[in-house]
Each structure stands twice: as C-alpha cells, then as structure tokens.
C-alpha cells in the first residue's frame, strides 16, 4: 500500500523499519522538527527522521499540521492509509480522514486505560502487572477510537520504563505490519473500546522525579522503575563538598524499618515511610549509570546516613 509514516522517537523506529521491509511503498515521513540536544544544544533530528533519510526516504518536520498547506500537501499524497506511532501532535480530522482507508496508530497501553502521553511510563507507577500494544483507527477524541488488533505483555517485578520500552517497540511493530497486511486485503475486524475504565497518562512532570522517602516503599519503587531510564527519580546524598544528586534507576521492595530516607545497611537499602527499598542501580549527578556494586566503589553511602 501506498502509506505516509509519523512518528518521532525511538519507540517508532521499529515501525518504520517493519513496514519498509514488508514493501509498503512510504511516500513521505512527517517527524517533529530537529530540536536542540546534548551539551552543545546541537540541533539534532529525532529518531525517525534520521532512521528514514538512511532509507532514503523523504521526511517532512511540520511545526503543526493544522496549518491549511499542510493539510493540502498531505492530502496530496493520495494515500491508501496513513500510520501514526508516538508522533507527537495531534492530527486534524481532515489529516486523518485523507487517507483512503483512514489513519492507524500504534499505542503502548491496553486501552482504555492509559491513554495519552506516556502509558508506559504511567502502567510502571501505577503498579499494573500486565500491558500491551494495540493497533487503533485514529478518530478525533484523545486514543478513542476502535481497536483493530492487540497484544498483551506481562510488566516483570524488575521492569523498568526502559526495558518495557524496548519490549514493546517491536511487538508492536509486527502488530502494525500484521494489521496493514488485513488492511490490503479488507479482513480486519474493529472492537470499540470498553465505555468503562479510561485512564489518562498525563505527560511526566518534574516535580514527580523526586523522591519523597516519606512514601511507602511500594509506591516509591514504582516511581523509580516508572521513570527509568529518564527522567530518572532522584533524591540528594550527603557529600564531602555538600549534597550531590543522585538518580535511583532499578530497585526493588525488601523488609526494613527506619527513618524515612535512612540507610539501613552499607548495600543501598533505604528505609521508608513503610518497608524499604534496596537500590540495584544508581547515577551521580555527571557520572555514568551504574550497578549498585559499582557506584559504592566510588562513592560511599554507610549506614545511619540520611538521602532527602
């Protein structure tokens, strides 16, 4: 089929690369535009777009797609469908309704729950023990429309948001390749999605990245595992020059009593507001991540010390 693909971040590129190789012919790529990044603010373009011109395919970085020419130069295309993965704006009904059989996404979450901006991050925090990729027809309500195809994966006791990630981009992937093939030859069937049980995942905050060893240990694990690897939950530790800000990257719930923030042994097991969770990896601020092994080699946090 003739196809335009959006997408922008990692989590799109397996897509891209399925649907290529399935020999869908991609007439045009939209991404976000290149944004400034690493310690040069650099402008750098995001992962699809850099995926897609090494396919030699054209892309297209549109600051809003509502814009009328925009609209016009789509619609031009004289698509058959059009897919959308983690793209990052949000489509105008004529965008959507240009394609002949319409506009398809990919979505990290079993909907209705966790619709929006980062489901994966959110399914983490949340404390779910199962997920998903799902295949949707776009419609113009937020991650509404009717579900074409589906796949359910179990959230591991040591999952992180990265790991998730990474799991569910190619499953994901083949789900959407899997549903353009039903698509060409009319035998797809569409479920609309339950009445009952929607949940939003807002996009991260901030404020959320830090830790507030006041909470229970569960919620607190949940918080660092839900945003590793980024933005990554942190807390401060005492240093020889001051405090130094420390991101907790894996962890994991274990029994322990003491004063909230407390290290309650030389192993990075940290006392809660109830129970306590031990730190499997962790960063210093301008460090490199690292197993807790590791970061206790070059910097010390004994027992009795205090993280705020």
Not at 115 to 130: E, F, N, S, T
Not at 268 to 284: E, H, K
Request: charged share 25%; glycine share 10%; proline share 8%.
């Amino acid at each position: 089929m003739r196809i335009a693909f959006l997408g922008t971040p990692d989590f799109a590129v397996p897509s891209l690369a399925e649907l290529a190789a399935a020999g869908h012919e991609v007439a045009a790529v939209y991404s976000q535009p290149p944004a400034p990044r690493g310690r040069g603010q650099v402008l750098t373009p995001s992962p699809v777009h850099a995926f897609a011109e090494g396919l030699g395919l054209e892309v297209r970085t549109p600051a809003s797609m509502r814009e009328p020419a925009e609209i016009a130069a789509f619609a031009a295309l004289d698509l058959d469908a059009a897919v959308v993965v983690a793209y990052g704006q949000i489509l105008p009904p004529e965008v959507l309704e240009a394609p002949r059989l319409g506009a398809f996404n990919l979505h990290a979450s079993l909907l209705p729950r966790w619709r929006g901006a980062a489901p994966i991050q959110r399914a983490i925090m949340a404390g779910d023990k199962v997920t998903g990729v799902q295949v949707m027809r776009m419609s113009e309500g937020l991650d509404e429309g009717p579900i074409l195809l589906s796949e359910t994966v179990r959230i591991d006791a040591l999952e992180t948001a990265g790991t998730l990630h990474d799991r569910l981009a190619p499953i994901g992937a083949r789900l959407m390749a899997r549903a353009l093939a039903a698509l060409e030859h009319g035998g797809l069937a569409e479920t609309s999605q339950a009445a009952e049980g929607a949940t939003y995942a807002k996009k991260i905050r901030p404020k959320e990245a830090r830790i507030d060893w006041r909470r229970p240990a569960v919620e607190i694990d949940r918080q660092i595992r839900g945003l590793s690897p980024f933005p990554g939950a942190w807390c401060l530790a005492p240093g020889e020059r001051g405090p130094v800000r420390v991101k907790a990257l894996l962890s994991r719930v274990e029994d322990g009593e003491g004063e909230p923030g407390e290290a309650l042994d030389d192993r990075l097991l940290i006392a809660c507001g109830v129970g306590a969770v031990r730190l499997l990896r962790a960063q210093r601020e301008g460090r490199a991540a690292q197993d807790a092994d590791a970061f206790l080699r070059g910097f010390s946090l004994p027992a009795g010390v205090r993280l705020n």
